[in-house]
């Protein structure tokens, strides 16, 4: 069965570069979220999307922005890049019209910023 | 607001023996609570969920959990753990517009 996807898997980056994350969830699947683990953290619930608008806002800094775009993939974008934005990022989908909204996550994106 | 708090942060154990990785929930509506594993450098991966009906849960790779809802909590047990299971368990909670919040994790260390 096809799984959610995420590129690239891993990013190192410059303090102050820019990065953007892809997301590509399963087939079907109407909602996305951004979660951010950093070193030894459990994972925090950044942005999500529902049919193309973001549904709800976690704990994501202004520096970062996110979309779902028409083919339901979503990017999160990322400026002025931190050491402390290192972290793997995780992205989720799920179907909730007519699903039970299960979260199907995808390998993540490690980032690291030097 | 939900939240989770697992209450150990490491659980080590000798192959064969059993094991129970604790979770407690704080939730002031109705509660949907999930166990995921996470395998070093690698995703998170569902384990069992309990959204309605029968309060023991069984999951994937012999795990299961039950819900108590008078201890407000979703313990995680398996009545005998291999070297493969040595990982690092979240317990989580759905919040508002269905996003997850995750406990702190607790680390499974099976020793031979």
């Known amino acids: 069965a096809a799984g959610v996807i995420q590129s690239p898997r891993h990013l190192i980056k410059e303090k102050r570069e820019t990065a953007t994350l892809k997301c590509y969830p399963i087939p079907r699947h109407d909602t996305v979220y951004w979660y951010q683990q950093g070193p030894g953290q459990d994972p925090q619930f950044l942005i999500s999307?529902?049919?193309?608008?973001?549904?709800d806002k976690g704990s994501i800094p202004d520096r970062f922005s996110a979309q779902q775009f028409s083919d339901y993939h979503s990017e999160l974008n990322m400026s002025s890049l931190e050491l402390g934005d290192s972290a793997l990022y995780f992205c989720?989908?799920?179907?909730?019209?007519?699903?039970?909204?299960?979260?199907?996550f995808g390998p993540g994106t490690r980032l690291t910023v030097l | 607001a939900q939240s989770v708090t697992q209450l150990d942060s490491q659980v080590p154990v000798f192959e064969e023996a059993p094991v129970e990785l604790r979770c407690n929930y704080s939730?002031?509506?109705?509660?949907?609570l999930f166990w995921y594993v996470q395998y070093p450098n690698q995703g998170l991966q569902l384990l069992l969920k309990?959204?309605?009906?029968?309060?023991l849960v069984k999951g994937i790779n012999g795990f299961e959990a039950e819900f108590n809802k008078s201890q407000t909590s979703f313990h995680l047990r398996k009545p005998s753990v291999h070297i493969s299971d040595t990982a690092e368990y979240f317990c989580a909670v759905r919040g508002g517009y269905n996003k997850l919040i995750f406990g702190a994790g607790t680390r499974l260390a099976v020793h031979p």
């Open positions: 999307f529902y049919e193309k608008m973001q549904s």
């Open positions: 309990y959204l309605s009906g029968s309060t």
């Open positions: 989720a989908s799920s179907l909730e019209q007519g699903g039970d909204n299960e979260q199907f």
């Open positions: 939730s002031s509506v109705s509660v949907y």
